[in-house]
Nanobody, 113 residues
Framework: QVQLVESGGGLVQAGGSLGLSCAAT????????MGWYRQAPGKQREFLAT?????EPNYADSVKGRFTISRDNAKVYLLMNSLKPEDTGVYYC?????????WGQGTQVTVSS
């Protein structure tokens, strides 16, 4: 069984920075994609960024240039700069490969104006 544990959420002022971490444990296929998603209050969960096991990143337009995703084996990180109030939400970590898809429990990020 694969488990994902996020950490690093919290309260930050607009314009500030925050870093999130996610550690995946269990039987993880070596070729996988890890990523970050966000669910704002009253909205659907949305894609933010992913990174393959080869280190290739991909970003949503809404965070490109402000967020940076990185990974170290089965750990994935999200560095968030120039945060805006609309970045508020629950941030989820995800790892997937063929026939497998796992999510973390989420961590709250609140950006105050």
């Amino acid at each position: 069984q694969v488990q994902l544990v996020e950490s690093g959420g919290g309260l930050v002022q607009a314009g500030g920075s925050l870093g999130l971490s996610c550690a995946a444990t269990g039987s993880i296929f070596s070729r996988n994609t890890m990523g970050w998603y966000r669910q704002a209050p009253g909205k659907q969960r949305e894609f933010l960024a992913t990174i393959t096991s080869d280190g290739e990143p991909n970003y949503a337009d809404s965070v490109k240039g402000r967020f940076t995703i990185s990974r170290d084996n089965a750990k994935v990180y999200l560095l968030m700069n120039s945060l805006k109030p609309e970045d508020t939400g629950v941030y989820y970590c995800r790892v997937r490969w063929v026939a497998a898809d796992y999510w973390g429990q989420g961590t709250q990020v609140t950006v105050s104006s």
